[in-house]
């Protein structure tokens, strides 16, 4: 299929006075790995917000594997989307938080199986199966038993990652996934996103801060500033041979 799996027309955001996104247009193909990369308020993880219905939008269209996301079809053409709508939706993707966002309560392996049998209707046979086979692929295997606060933040986050493929979604949201980890556990957790990217012909949108690891997982990166994208291409022409002024001076910025 050629249609993008993502598609953002002309979509505004705004929280009060402030525009976040001003008419975006965005798009994402199926399989593709996408990075944002931007200065702070430029509307990155707006855009992660919105497809996972956290945020909803004040104009323009949004769709998901070609239905739309904030509307739905109604008796007299197009109408706001309902609760049930944005359920199903919902389900076809996953996030990755910043903040892990994972149960205290929970071990490990309760942690991934809960929404699978909850929500997916999934046995706690089959969810148990699933999540340690998710365990073994980040590398936790043996953890399965613990609780969070027994984990350190790397290994938090890539519960985090387990977590969201558990549901088996179409499309991988990563909002800033290693910028609450502390700087020598950043590579374990880049380390399992990058062979995700590799190994799996999932559509990944990743909001991030390190540009190196933009640059050897995409297949292309996006330069948001204030709203917009401001320029985009495969990673070796937009790090090396920026066209655009406020892009070489983010650059500059960020890898000085």
Not at 37 to 65: F, W
Not at 86 to 113: A, E, W
Not at 218 to 240: K, M, N, W, Y
Request: with cysteine; net charge negative; proline share 5%.
């Amino acid at each position: 299929m050629t249609d993008p799996i993502i598609k953002f027309d002309k979509v505004v955001k705004r929280f009060g006075d402030l525009t976040v996104l001003d008419e975006l247009d965005f798009e994402v193909k199926r399989g593709e790995k996408v990075s944002i990369i931007g200065p702070s308020g430029s509307g990155k993880s707006t855009v992660l917000r919105i497809l996972m219905t956290l945020e909803g939008i004040q104009d323009g269209m949004v769709t998901v594997d070609g239905e739309p996301l904030w509307h739905q079809q109604g008796t007299n053409g197009l109408e706001p989307a309902s609760e049930a709508h944005l359920r199903k939706m919902r389900g076809r993707l996953g996030m990755v938080f910043q903040q892990f966002n994972l149960f205290p309560h929970m071990t490990v392996l309760r942690n991934i199986t809960e929404a699978p049998v909850k929500v997916l209707g999934m046995s706690k046979k089959d969810a148990r199966v699933r999540a340690e086979e998710l365990l073994e692929r980040v590398g936790l295997a043996d953890q399965a038993s613990k609780y969070p606060h027994q984990l350190s933040g790397g290994q938090q986050q890539r519960v985090g990652i387990a977590r969201a493929l558990a549901m088996r979604p179409d499309i991988l949201l990563f909002d800033e996934p290693t910028s609450a980890l502390d700087p020598e556990l950043v590579g374990e957790v880049l380390t399992v996103i990058g062979q995700l990217a590799e190994e799996h012909d999932l559509t990944m949108l990743l909001v991030t801060h390190e540009m190196r690891f933009a640059r050897e997982v995409s297949d292309r990166v996006c330069f948001f500033d204030q709203g917009r994208i401001r320029e985009q291409g495969a990673p070796e022409d937009l790090f090396t041979a920026p066209t655009e002024e406020r892009t070489r001076e983010f650059l500059k910025a960020v890898l000085n």
